[in-house]
């Protein structure tokens, strides 16, 4: 902490413990920063004050920034009990009966559930539907021509997500597949607004997103009602079966209104950031041709241990959700050292903590050799969030990601060179390569 900091955090002290020093500087201004300017600023906050400190600011008010590992691992470590998930967040959109709107127990019961879904057996059986949906997509990509790559892979998580989670077909996933971007597009803008009184919202956006909302729900509960009654229920293997199925054993069951609250979730949560994170590593290898050679060459090979690494640092560099939130539950939460005074979020920068040279040198390298046949984790590594909110999907990303990868770099070369890295823009949730990840691709001979 730099001398200053510490002056401020002293004027604030409590006998035991230190309070976070404060930015001082209007809350607007703060929020504004916040919104359009957060890695200038929180780079320039962590200069002055390191890497603890309160700032103030719309929708999360009062809120303690925290990008050291091992005030992070504090935070992840904490009890489910202790800190609870941050208010506003996603069940905002996704409703009350989204594991987002869940803490406690309850958010335990739920995860618990979902779980099967996304572990050993069940991703294994989803690789032939990956594989699928991407050659489908990339059938008709134009060849030696600049495009962005972005749309291509939202299409392909969207495809993957439906058909594997919600075991749709025919024409529900044709309707849904036609709806749901258009519903996350507006679902991202409004996801941490505050909801306007009903007299207003009949007359603004949110009026759009809740007819998207009822067309979702029309649509899934005909899928509930065809799962419900299909006689191969219990030999499927996705989520909604899974989520029927517990119906079914008494007192763990869970409601339609949950069911669809949940695939909103999942589709919410699972597609766009996946898309981005690959937009991202292709936007990445183009600039890095010595990682395309080794890529393509363990391809051939059969390997894939440096395709995860590359996909690992990726995620590291160009971090697609860059904070996570959380709400201790009691008076006085101690954090090591701290004290966070009452009333106050804590919000993890997971941007910054990728960013520090400490722990990884040279941190604006894209650099996969980090990660060769390792297996990064909290607290340094947190692409994912950690503790008991972890992604519940970050395994299946991480296999889509590389399945994904693999079958186009076995089927196209990518065009490297010199050109300016893209910036990044936020989207509400993720962060995507401005320009959507340009890529230029030739068929492998
Ligand atoms: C590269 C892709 C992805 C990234 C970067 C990502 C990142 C994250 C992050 C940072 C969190 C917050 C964790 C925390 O608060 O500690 C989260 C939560 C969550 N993610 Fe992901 N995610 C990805 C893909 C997915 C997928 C594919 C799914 C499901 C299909 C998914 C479902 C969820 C759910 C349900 C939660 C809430 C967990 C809870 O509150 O218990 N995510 N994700």
Not at 210 to 230: H, M, Q
Not at 402 to 420: E, G
Request: with cysteine; glycine share 8%.
């Amino acid at each position: 902490m730099t001398d200053t900091a510490m002056a401020t955090a002293r004027e604030t002290a409590t006998p035991s413990r230190l309070n976070p020093p404060r930015v001082r500087l209007p809350k607007l201004v703060q929020g504004f920063l916040f919104a359009f300017f957060r890695g200038k600023a929180m780079r320039y906050w962590i200069k002055r004050h390191g890497h603890i400190f309160e700032i103030n600011v719309a929708f999360f008010g009062r809120s303690v920034v925290v990008s050291e590992p091992a005030l992070v691992r504090s935070v992840c470590t904490a009890s489910a009990e202790q800190l609870i998930n941050v208010q506003p967040n996603l069940s905002n959109w996704f409703g009350p009966g989204s594991v987002f709107g869940l803490d406690g127990g309850r958010h335990r019961d739920r995860r618990r559930l979902l779980a099967p879904a996304f572990h050993g057996q069940s991703l294994k059986s989803y690789e032939t539907v990956i594989e699928d949906e991407t050659r489908r997509e990339s059938a008709n990509w134009p060849e030696g021509k600049e495009f962005r790559i972005l749309e291509p892979m939202s299409r392909i998580t969207l495809n993957v997500i439906l058909r594997i989670m919600f075991g749709a077909d025919g024409t529900e996933l044709k309707e849904l597949r036609e709806m749901v971007p258009a519903y996350m597009k507006l679902g991202q803008l409004l996801a941490f607004a505050p909801a306007p009184p009903a007299w207003i919202r009949r007359h603004s956006p949110w009026a759009k997103l809740d007819e998207f909302r009822r067309t979702f729900d029309r649509i899934v509960c005909t899928l509930i009602e065809r799962t419900e009654s299909d006689p191969n229920l219990v030999e499927r293997n996705d989520i909604l079966a899974y989520l029927v199925r517990s119906g079914h054993d008494k007192g763990t069951g869970i409601s339609r209104a949950d069911i669809c609250d949940e695939l909103s979730t999942l589709v919410g949560a699972g597609h766009e950031t996946t898309a981005s994170a690959l937009a991202w590593t292709f936007e990445r290898i183009r600039r890095h041709p010595d990682v395309l050679a080794e890529l393509s060459n363990e391809v051939d090979e059969g390997g894939g241990e440096f395709r995860r690494a590359t996909i690992f640092e990726s995620l590291r560099v160009r971090t697609v959700i860059d904070v996570i939130g959380r709400q201790p539950n009691s008076p006085n939460f101690e954090l090591d050292q701290w004290s966070i005074p009452d009333h106050r979020t804590v919000l993890v920068r997971i941007a910054d903590l990728h960013e520090n040279p400490e722990i990884y040198p040279h941190p604006e390298r894209f650099d996969p050799y980090r990660f060769r046949g390792t297996r990064p984790a909290a607290p340094e590594w947190l692409a994912f969030g950690g503790g008991a909110r972890r992604c519940i999907g970050s395994d299946f990303a991480i296999a889509e990601m590389d399945i994904v990868l693999r079958t186009l770099l076995q089927s196209f070369r990518l065009h490297t060179d010199a050109a300016a890295g893209e910036k990044s823009h936020f989207r509400g949730i993720a962060h995507i390569p401005k320009l959507g990840g340009r890529v230029i691709l030739h068929h492998r001979k």
